[in-house]
């Protein structure tokens, strides 16, 4: 069974910064796409950005200038840099892969996503 092992979350006041990671267990796809989503209570989930397994990133226009999606390939591990973090990226944020899929530069649809993290909360205060 995959489990995405995701670590980095915690609480800091506006204007700084924290990385997320992110790494499936007993997978590895030749061909995949990874990425982050976050949820506020009350809202729905929505993407923050993803990265495929050739290094094709696609943000959500809100992260783009702010946050960074990376990966290490031979760990198989993505990591999400936050850098000057506002009260509204409060939110739990969710891991999850698309196996055997490529974006290619646009967002996928949430379904296509096959497996998710429990979630790490993120914090900013003002």
């Known amino acids: 069974q995959v489990h995405m092992l995701e670590s980095g979350g915690g609480s800091v006041q506006s204007g700084g910064s924290l990385k997320l990671s992110c790494s499936p267990s007993n997978y590895n796809p030749k061909m995949y796409c990874m990425g982050w989503f976050r949820q506020t209570p009350g809202k729905e989930r929505e993407g923050v950005a993803v990265i495929d397994h050739d290094g094709t990133t696609t943000y959500a226009d809100y992260a783009k200038d702010r946050f960074t999606i990376s990966r290490d390939g031979a760990n198989f591990t993505i990591y999400l840099q936050m850098n000057n973090l506002k009260p509204e990226d409060t939110a739990k944020y969710y891991c999850?892969?698309?196996?055997?899929?490529?974006?290619?530069?646009?967002?996928?649809?949430?379904?296509?996503?096959?497996?998710w993290g429990q979630g790490t909360q993120v914090t900013v205060s003002s």
């Open positions: 999850a892969l698309a196996p055997y899929y490529y974006s290619g530069g646009h967002f996928p649809p949430e379904d296509r996503f096959s497996y």
